[in-house]
C-alpha cells in the first residue's frame, strides 16, 4: 500500500480581508494561510505531499448543501460596492464580505471536493487541504462564523453521491460548534457527526441550546450528531484524548465509516484568542494518529478556524506529517482529565447510551438531572470565576514542538531462514555478532539446559535490534520466536535495566508473562486473555479477562479503546512491546488496529513479538508497522455483556492509578485542575 497524501492550497485563497472595523472578525486574516503554508514548506513537508490542484466548486457541488436563493445572492457580492457589501454582512453573524470572497468561497469547496476526489480514486491514500474561508458555521441559505459556503458538508454530499459511500464520519475538532454541519445532517444517519466545542453552558458564540451534549441528532439521525460542549477554558491535552478514547473512537469503530473527513479547526489549541484551551500543538498528531485506521486510511483534512498564528502554524504542521506516516511525537503531561472535562464526558455518554452499542454501561444521568444541575453548575462558576485571575492568551507562551526524528529504518525484521521479509521492511540479523556480555547473559537466564544455536542467535539479535531501536536507528520491529513467553521476559528484562525508560507490554493471549519490572513502573504489563487469572496485584500489572478472549472482536475492540489506550497513554511509555501467542483467537484485522493505533505511543517504537509458527502474519503485521491503515473492521456488534462488566470492574478499581481511564467526574469537590 503506502499511498501518498496529498496537499491542495492555492494563494488566491489569501487575497480577501475584512475591509472595514469590526473587532469580531479583525482575527480572520490572509496571514492565517500564508504561514500555515510556508511553516509546511519550512519544515519539508509540503514537498513530501502530492500537489493537487485547486478548483471552483460547480453551482451544482454548491447546491448540494446551499439553497438557490442563498448561492444567487452570494454570487452578487463580487460587483457590490463597499456599502452594500457592509450591508450585505449585516444580516449575518460574525462574517464579512469581499469582492474576491464568492471566488476564494468557491476555490474552498472545490479544493475540498479535490481532496475527496484524490482520496476516494486512490491517488492518495489522505490529505490535507488549506483553505479559506472555513465552512463549518455556514448554513443552508446563510453565512456565519467567516464562513460562506459550508466546505465539509458539500464534500460528504459529494462523496456520498460521487461514490456511493454509504457511511461518512466527520470529525470538528474546531474550538467552536459546526451548527452549520449539525443542521445539514442531523436527520441522516450516513453522516455521523461529531463536534466538540468551547460552550461555557451557552455563554459562548454562537451560543446555541442545540450545541449541547443533549442534541443527538433527529429522526432517523437520532444518535448520529455527538456534541461535547467545553463548558470551561483551558481545556488540555488530557481532555481531548480522554473525549477521543471514551467517546468518539468506540462509536467511529463501531459506525466503521467508509471516509473520514475532519473539519480541521486549530482554534482548539494552546495560544488561540477564540478558543483559549490549552492543549499543545502536538496534540493534534495524535488525533489525527488515532483516526488514521479508520476508513482502511481514507482522511480528508480540511481547515476551519485557527486565529493564532504561531500556534496554528505548528498544528497544521504536526496534522500533515502524521498525514505523511511520521511517528508522533510522545505526548507531554498527560495527568488526567479535570473535573469539568468528566462531567461533560458523563453528560455525552449518556445522551448517547441508547445508540451506540460501546455506551450501553455509559454511567446513567436521571433526565430530570441533566437540566438542573447545569444550571446549578452554571451559577457555581460564575460565582468561582469572578475573583479568578487569568492568564491572557498573548502571554501564554509554550515550547515549539521539537523536530521529529524519523529513525534511517523504519521496520526491521528478526525472521527465521525461510521465511520471506515482506517488501519495505529490512531483515535484521546483527552484523557484528552476538555481544558476548549478552550471550552469557542470555546463556544464563534463559538457556541454561538447552545449547540452542538458534535460539541465542534469535535472541541476540533482538537484543541488538532493541538496542537499535533505542538510539532511535530503527523505528519498530517484528521478531518471530520459537518461545514467546521466553523473548519477552528477555526483552523486559535487558529493556528495564536501561536507567530511565518505561516499557508498556500488551500481551494478547495466553503466555507466562515476565512480572519483572512491574514493582517499580519501569513496566506496565496489560494481558489479555479468557484465563481467569489472580486478579491484579499492582497499578503496573492488568490482567484483563475475557469470556472469548480475544476473538470477540467487538469487545476487544472496545477494550482496546477504552482501556489499553487511555492507560498506554497516561503511562508514556518510551517502547511498546506486543506480544502474541499462538492460540490467542485474535483475528489479523484487530490485530492490525491494535499494532497500528498503538504505534501512537513512544514515537511508534513497538517491538512486536510473534511464534515462529505464525508465518502468516508477518505480513500484515509488518504492514501495520509500516504505517499502513488497517482494513476495516465492519459495523461492530454489542460486545458480550460479561465483557464489558469485567472491563468496568477493572477500571472502577485501577481510575485511581491512571486518571485517563475515567469516564464520570468524581461524585465530591476538590480536584478541578481546569
Ligand atoms: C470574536 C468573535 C468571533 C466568530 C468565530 C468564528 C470562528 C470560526 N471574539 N466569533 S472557526
Ligand atoms: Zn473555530
Redesign the pocket.
Given at each position: 500500500m503506502k499511498m501518498g497524501t496529498a496537499l491542495i492550497y492555492d494563494e488566491e485563497m489569501t487575497k480577501y480581508k475584512l475591509l472595514w472595523v469590526d473587532?469580531?472578525?479583525k482575527?480572520e486574516v490572509p496571514e492565517r494561510l500564508i504561514v500555515s503554508h510556508d511553516a509546511l514548506v519550512k519544515n519539508g513537508l509540503a514537498d513530501r505531499c502530492v500537489t493537487v490542484p485547486v478548483r471552483e466548486a460547480t453551482e451544482t457541488d454548491i447546491l448540494l448543501v446551499h439553497s438557490e436563493e442563498y448561492l444567487e445572492a452570494v454570487k452578487k457580492t463580487p460587483h457590490m460596492t463597499l456599502e452594500d457589501l457592509k450591508e450585505f454582512t449585516q444580516q449575518y453573524g460574525?462574517v464579512y464580505f469581499h469582492p474576491n470572497i464568492y471566488h476564494c468561497a468557491k476555490l474552498a469547496a472545490g479544493a475540498t471536493l479535490q481532496l475527496v476526489d484524490s482520496v476516494m480514486t486512490g491517488k492518495v491514500r489522505n490529505g490535507m487541504a488549506l483553505v479559506r474561508p472555513?465552512g463549518?458555521?455556514s448554513m443552508r441559505s446563510a453565512a456565519s462564523?467567516?464562513?460562506v459556503f459550508n466546505n465539509v458538508a458539500i464534500a460528504a454530499q459529494y462523496a456520498k453521491q460521487k461514490y456511493g459511500v454509504k457511511r461518512v464520519l466527520i470529525v470538528d475538532w474546531?474550538v467552536?460548534h459546526g451548527q452549520g454541519v449539525q443542521y445539514c445532517f442531523e436527520d441522516d444517519p450516513s453522516v455521523l457527526y461529531f463536534s466538540w466545542h468551547r460552550y461555557e453552558h451557552q455563554k459562548f458564540?454562537p451560543q446555541l441550546k442545540e450545541s449541547d451534549y443533549n442534541s443527538v441528532g433527529k429522526e432517523n439521525g437520532a444518535g448520529f450528531n455527538i456534541n461535547v460542549p467545553w463548558n470551561k477554558v483551558g481545556m488540555k491535552n488530557s481532555d481531548y484524548l480522554s473525549v477521543f478514547c471514551h467517546v468518539l473512537l468506540p462509536v467511529a469503530y463501531e459506525f466503521c465509516p467508509d471516509l473520514v473527513l475532519v473539519c480541521a479547526?486549530f482554534?482548539s489549541a494552546i495560544g488561540d484568542p477564540?478558543g483559549e484551551m490549552c492543549a499543545s500543538p502536538d496534540i493534534f498528531a495524535h488525533l489525527t494518529h488515532l483516526l488514521m485506521n479508520l476508513a482502511g486510511g481514507k482522511l480528508c483534512a480540511v481547515l476551519?478556524?485557527g486565529y493564532n498564528l504561531t500556534s496554528l502554524a505548528q498544528s497544521v504542521c504536526q496534522t500533515v506529517q502524521t498525514l505523511l506516516g511520521d511517528s508522533a511525537p510522545r505526548p507531554a503531561n498527560l495527568n488526567g482529565p479535570c473535573k469539568s472535562a468528566l462531567e461533560s464526558l458523563h453528560c455525552v455518554r449518556s445522551a448517547h447510551r441508547r445508540y451506540w452499542s460501546c455506551l450501553k454501561h455509559a454511567a446513567e444521568l436521571p433526565t430530570s438531572d441533566i437540566s438542573t444541575k447545569r444550571i446549578k453548575l452554571a451559577e457555581e462558576e460564575e460565582k468561582l470565576e469572578k475573583g479568578e485571575e487569568e492568564k491572557s492568551v498573548e502571554e501564554k507562551l509554550w515550547p515549539e514542538p521539537p523536530k521529529r526524528v524519523t529513525p534511517p529504518i523504519r521496520t526491521a525484521l528478526v525472521l527465521p531462514d525461510g521465511v520471506a521479509c515482506p517488501d519495505g521492511c529490512s531483515r535484521f540479523s546483527s552484523s557484528e555478532g552476538p555481544d558476548a556480555v549478552i550471550v552469557s547473559r542470555l546463556k544464563e537466564n534463559f538457556l541454561k539446559d538447552t545449547d540452542d544455536r538458534d535460539a541465542l542467535t534469535t535472541l541476540s539479535s533482538l537484543i541488538a535490534l532493541l538496542e537499535k531501536m533505542e538510539k532511535n536507528e530503527v523505528c519498530s520491529g517484528l521478531a518471530l520466536v520459537r518461545d514467546v513467553s521466553m523473548a519477552m521476559t528477555c526483552v523486559v528484562q535487558h529493556a528495564a535495566a536501561a536507567p530511565s525508560d518505561r516499557v508498556l507490554v500488551v500481551c494478547v493471549g495466553d503466555a507466562v508473562v515476565p512480572s519483572h519490572g512491574t514493582e517499580d513502573g519501569k513496566t506496565l504489563l496489560v494481558q489479555f486473555s479468557n484465563k481467569q487469572s489472580e486478579e491484579q496485584k499492582s497499578k503496573y500489572y492488568i490482567p484483563v479477562c475475557l469470556k472469548k478472549g480475544c476473538s470477540d472482536v467487538s469487545g476487544f475492540t472496545q477494550a482496546v479503546l477504552g482501556f489499553l489506550l487511555p492507560l498506554g497513554y497516561e503511562y508514556d511509555p518510551s517502547l511498546v512491546l506486543l506480544v502474541r501467542t499462538p492460540d490467542s483467537g485474535l483475528c489479523d484485522g484487530v490485530w492490525q488496529q491494535l499494532t497500528g493505533l498503538l504505534q501512537g505511543l513512544a514515537q511508534g517504537h513497538t517491538l512486536v513479538l510473534m511464534q515462529e509458527g505464525e508465518k502468516a502474519c508477518v505480513g500484515p503485521t509488518a504492514s501495520s508497522l509500516l504505517g499502513d491503515a488497517a482494513p476495516p473492521l465492519g459495523q461492530l456488534r454489542a460486545p458480550l455483556p460479561e465483557d464489558v462488566a469485567a472491563l468496568e470492574r477493572l477500571r472502577h478499581i485501577l481510575q485511581a492509578d491512571w486518571k485517563l481511564l475515567q469516564t464520570t467526574a468524581p461524585e465530591t469537590g476538590g480536584g478541578d485542575e481546569c
Open positions: 473587532p469580531a472578525c482575527i460574525d472555513p463549518h458555521h462564523g467567516f464562513c474546531d467552536h458564540w479547526g482554534d477564540e476551519e478556524g
